[in-house]
């Protein structure tokens, strides 16, 4: 039988990351991203369907059509988010908090419920997190929120349901397009976090998406030891 996973956020980063890491290794990857994945992934083993997770009500008939022949999950990973913008919390609008909180957690929501009430057989259902959910540092207001409230969402869902297993997990410093975004905040000295992001580009410590997609893949015997609805980080497991 063929080996299914299904990412979100495959146009880019680490979701493109984790796409070519199982492309490589023989899985269909079946992709939900507002963009089309790069031109190197795609080939008949990658599916993909356009969907703005913004917007919920999209969300279920788009997974039907992508997954309308699809019976079994090895692996679902909602990876896709936004980051918003880095400043304190009182200067942070609400409209912009709300879309964040829709994207990385709500977009989820719709995501699980639909798989669940599917005749799709699932096993693992992968969150990915961030170490933001659980460090509280300066400036990173919706995206901190909305980390954390993933947590908690994979923890409720692991509660209930009980034959398939849920996780969130962080998957540690990945050079992506939101570093490119760190290098134009202003104002270091006052959120301290991102001068260490900068300091950590182009090190060991932040490798690029299908290296950081080979380290996630080689922690998963790890992760799954764990109870179902834990939180980890990539860096604390063994792989």
């Given amino acids: 039988m ?18 070519e890491s199982y492309l490589n290794d023989g899985y269909h990857v079946y992709g939900l991203s507002r963009r089309l994945p790069p031109e190197r992934l795609r080939g008949d083993r990658l599916h993909h369907v356009s969907v703005d997770l ?14 309308h022949s699809v019976s079994e999950l090895e692996w679902v990973y909602l990876n896709a988010g936004v980051l918003g913008e880095i400043r304190d919390l009182v200067e942070a609008p609400l409209e912009e908090l709300k879309h964040t909180m829709n994207v990385n957690l709500w977009a989820n929501k719709v995501l ?19 170490g933001a959910a659980v460090n509280g540092n300066r400036g990173w207001s919706g995206y ?28 540690g410093l990945i050079d992506t397009a939101m570093q490119d975004y760190m290098s134009t905040v202003p104002d270091e ?5 991102v001068r260490r992001l900068r300091s950590a580009r182009n090190t060991d410590d932040m490798p690029h998406p299908l290296e950081a997609a080979g380290r996630i893949r080689a922690c998963l015997g790890d992760l799954l030891r764990l109870e179902s609805g834990s939180f980890a980080d990539v860096r604390h497991l063994q792989g």
């Avoid at 063929?2 to 796409?19: Q, Y």
């Fill in 144 to 171: 901190s929120l909305s980390k954390a409230a993933l947590n908690m969402l994979m923890m409720l869902y692991a509660r209930e349901q009980s034959d398939v297993r849920f996780y969130a997990l962080a998957p």
């Fill in 2 to 19: 063929a080996k299914n996973v299904l990412i979100t956020g495959v146009s880019s980063g680490l979701g493109a990351g984790l796409a």
């Fill in 112 to 130: 699980i419920d639909a798989l669940l009430r599917s005749d799709i057989s699932i096993q693992t259902i992968i969150g990915i997190s961030s």
């Fill in 189 to 193: 000295n006052r959120f301290t976090s």
């Fill in 54 to 67: 913004n917007v919920s009500g999209e969300i279920p008939a788009a997974l039907h059509r992508l997954l």
